[in-house]
């Protein structure tokens, strides 16, 4: 049997722009089951972004219900949904967001720093990731003697380092070659069929493909619910 591990429930998100609010959701309900592969596509502007950050509380909706992994977002304080930021969901960004003055190790370390996990610990697990993601042999590097490809990677690691259920990725892919954004693509199938709930936005139709389910945004809306 299935079980929801995302609930979106009527959500609205606007921005103030000075005094004028720009709708950037307009209504959006869906349920995404654990476990499941989900692709969002739509339009330069159509609120794909700010879905993903309204679901990873990294934005509040302006109406609307969450819940996450049985948690109601929108009653969490600051701190709880930092905590739940850490314990469930892993984020990977187009730009990587490394810290540029860390190495690929300190950098996969530093959510684990957040969540008190003991020196050894961190040490151990992440150097387990960098292997996990073909980086073994670069724990040392600095994100500016790393490839792009290789930066998304530490990136991945990092998103996995207190092993949440849910990774979000915002055109993860964006800026790497195919064959590159290919190989990544393969690595986040892999984490999927270990049990993983996957949510990620892309433009380009030949990723989306990895997905199990494509669900596409217009102005702030779904378009026809889904496509399976
Ligand atoms: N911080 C903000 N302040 C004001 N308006 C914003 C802000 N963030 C997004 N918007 C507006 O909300 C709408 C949705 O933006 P969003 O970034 O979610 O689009 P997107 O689908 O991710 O687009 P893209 O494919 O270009 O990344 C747009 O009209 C945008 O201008
Ligand atoms: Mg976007």
New binding site residues.
Partial sequence: MSEPIIVVDNIHKS?L?GKEA?P?LRGVSLEIQKGEFVCLM??????????LNVVGGLDEPSRGHLIVDGQNLVSLSENELARLRLDKMGFIFQNYNLLSNFTAQENVEAPMVLANVSRKERKDRAHKLLERVGLGDRTHHYPSELSGGQQQRVAIARALANNPPILIGD?MTGDLDSETGFAIMRLITELNTEGMTIVF?T?DPRMAEFAGRVIE?QD?KLLNGSIT
């Fill in positions: 921005y722009m720009v950037a739509g339009p330069s502007g159509s609120g794909k972004t700010t879905l055109e936005v433009h945004l702030g």
